[in-house]
């Protein structure tokens, strides 16, 4: 099996900063893309931003210039620089991984369990 274990959430005031961190672990051949959701209360669930395994990156609009995707292929993990947060970033952020299993010739996707972001104005 597979588990990606995230890291990072918390509070913080209108401005600041945070970083989250998201581990993939279990019987692991591969890691494809990575990447981060958003859901906000009362919401979808939405793309923040994804990396390749080739480090191409995409991101949605309103996070544009203020957050950074990374990740080291080694760790199989992904991490997300949130930097001039505003209080339209809360939400619960989800992990999220394209990984090919020991054994297996095929990519199945995983999430993880979120992390509360609140952004205080």
């Known amino acids: 099996q597979v588990q990606l274990v995230e890291s990072g959430g918390g509070l913080v005031q209108a401005g600041g900063s945070l970083r989250l961190s998201c581990a993939a672990s279990?019987?692991?051949?591969?890691?494809?893309?990575m990447g981060w959701y958003r859901q906000a209360p009362g919401k979808e669930r939405d793309l923040v931003a994804r990396?390749?395994?080739?480090?191409?990156?995409n991101y949605a609009d309103s996070v544009k210039g203020r957050f950074t995707i990374s990740r080291v292929n080694a760790k199989n993990t992904v991490y997300l620089q949130m930097n001039s947060l505003k209080p339209e970033d809360t939400g619960v952020y989800y992990c999220?991984?394209?990984?090919?299993?020991?054994?297996?010739?095929?990519?199945?996707?995983?999430w993880g369990q979120g992390t509360q972001v609140t952004v205080s104005s």
């Open positions: 999220n991984a394209d990984v090919v299993r020991s054994g297996s010739g095929y990519s199945d996707t995983y």
């Open positions: 990396i390749t395994s080739a480090d191409s990156t």
């Open positions: 279990g019987s692991i051949r591969r890691v494809n893309n």
